[in-house]
């Protein structure tokens, strides 16, 4: 798939670092990016590095490794304090719940590696204040804060502050957030987050640098945003959160029971995160303007509360009427799907159709033995269910976007108008709409940034319009149009007379 929101600005920030030879200051198109500090650019210029590559697969393979490391660190995790069966089952249901299996499992985006580092933040804090080690408490936890903000900034803090607040207030030692531990680990951020700024000041002052970094962590905040939208929010939030990451929140129905609310408060580690879950998720309940991709360092403490309180306690009523019922009629629903697949769907549009369907049904064989035979399991059985049915998405939904969708469409006007002006140089001229995944493309054809001008004087030079204000310019010469996808817009590779 070519480039989806704002995985092509990830991209394009990596590709300017590789081409400029800059790693420390990054741009897009030319001109400094504080958006965000370049640690998950770092990761994908790697990774281009390692495979000599720089398709779109290679910019995303650091999302699939961390979401795999993510899930490996939550069974690790887990196993000792909830055990291995827990462990496992809240590791699977983060990795197959709604919105990563189905969508960001598959785009370049920082948010699952800022949420692996916040989990790895917040189960140090745990880990070695739960043994009174607090000079590797406080190291380990400003380690990870300091890799999360080089990652995304000012947000890692917050996560930061608030799980150390949890932690000692909880605990009453309150005055170890006062001791020469803290400070030690205060110095581990001054010196890895310190010392990239003091680098990058060297040859670009921080002018604004800051000041952007918080108007990025506040904009989606009840700050920037006006009270109706915030109530609103406030009442939707729960409902949002519910839904995104199906079927494994239905264990939230769980706290109903006051027994598994009071099995929650009697574990150390299971009190810590409903105290850890609670405090930190208040900051997005009360932000009206987020994405469920924000939310995704809050799933292994709730699957692994929820999971812990189902198979601790007796929730026999649960699982019978309400959890079992609703995973296998789930399950079942979707095998009959793949398996009516040819009546429902225009074989036409999915090229072949048949040999997809044949691999499809071979996959659901051994799904429905281990059923027959290990009934009992329908945990496990569901969770194949979900793997086997993105398996299927993968073979349909996926090449019919690709096929179908304006964006494969946009991706090679964009790569035909960087062959078209490959001999010249080519620039944009400010007030042209250019949408990053464009830029991407055109760069990676051309092997060269492409920068805004606000001034024609090379007359052997290419520049990129909008067809629409071509009356605005000098006459010139139309070489290729293509368009970009911000509201569709055309565009014209031109050469002035």
């Not at 650019?41 to 961390?66: C, G, H, M, T, Y």
């Not at 207030?169 to 803290?182: A, G, P, T, V």
Request: with cysteine.
């Amino acid at each position: 798939m070519p480039f989806l929101l704002d995985e092509a600005t990830r991209a394009n920030v990596a590709m300017e670092m590789i081409l400029s030879g800059d790693y420390l200051h990054p741009t897009i198109n030319g001109e400094f990016y504080i958006n965000k500090p370049p640690l998950f650019n770092w990761i994908q210029i790697l990774f281009v590095k390692i495979f000599n590559s720089d398709s779109e697969l290679i910019f995303r393979l650091p999302v699939i490794a961390s979401l795999l490391l993510f899930g490996l660190t939550i069974y690790l995790s887990l196993k000792r304090e909830f055990g291995r069966t827990v462990a496992f089952l809240s590791s699977f249901a983060v990795i197959t719940s709604g919105r990563i299996l189905f969508y960001d499992s598959f785009i370049g985006l920082i948010d699952i590696s800022f949420s692996w580092l916040i989990y790895l933040l917040i189960w140090s804090v745990y880990y070695f204040g739960i043994k009174k080690q607090y000079y590797k408490l406080f190291l380990s936890a400003y380690f990870f804060a300091s890799l999360a903000f080089l990652m995304k900034a000012l947000p890692s803090l917050v996560f930061l502050g608030m799980t150390l607040l949890v932690w000692f207030i909880s605990r009453k030692e309150i005055r170890k957030l006062f001791s020469l531990q803290h400070i030690a680990g205060f110095a581990i951020l001054l010196v890895m987050v310190g010392g990239y700024f003091f680098l990058y000041n060297i040859e670009n002052p921080l002018d604004n640098y800051f000041t952007t970094l918080w108007t990025e962590s506040s904009k989606r905040t009840f700050i920037d945003n006006n009270i109706w939208e915030s109530v609103k929010h406030i009442f939707l939030f729960p409902l949002q959160f519910f839904y995104h990451f199906l079927p494994w929140t239905v264990l939230i129905l769980l706290l109903l029971w006051k027994k598994n609310r009071i099995t929650l408060w009697e574990n150390e580690l299971s009190r810590f995160f409903s105290l850890a879950f609670l405090f930190n998720i208040l900051i997005y309940w009360a932000s009206p303007a987020i994405y469920a991709r924000y939310l995704f360092m809050f799933l292994p403490l709730l699957f692994g509360l929820m999971f812990y309180v189902l198979f601790k306690n007796d929730n026999a009523k649960f699982v019978r009427f309400i959890f079992k019922p609703l995973l296998i009629g789930a399950s079942g629903l979707l095998m009959v799907f793949i398996l009516i697949s040819p009546l429902i769907a225009n074989q036409n549009d999915y090229e072949y159709f048949w040999i997809k369907y044949f691999i499809s049904i071979t996959l659901i064989l051994p799904l429905l033995i281990f059923t027959k035979r290990k009934a009992q399991n329908y945990i496990l059985i569901s969770m194949g269910a979900l793997l086997l049915v993105r398996i299927v998405f993968n073979f349909y939904v996926i090449p019919h976007r690709y096929l179908h969708s304006s964006f494969l469409h946009q991706k090679n006007g964009a790569i035909v108008a960087g062959v078209v002006s490959n001999s010249d140089k080519l620039y944009v001229l400010e007030g042209t709409r250019i949408q990053h995944a464009s830029t991407f493309y055109l760069m990676r054809q051309r092997k060269d940034i492409l920068r805004f001008t606000n001034t024609i004087e090379d007359k052997n030079s290419c520049y990129i319009i909008e067809k629409e204000k071509r009356g605005e310019y000098p006459p010139h010469i139309v070489l290729y149009e293509f368009e970009t996808r911000i509201q569709a817009t055309k565009l014209c590779v031109v050469m002035f007379e």
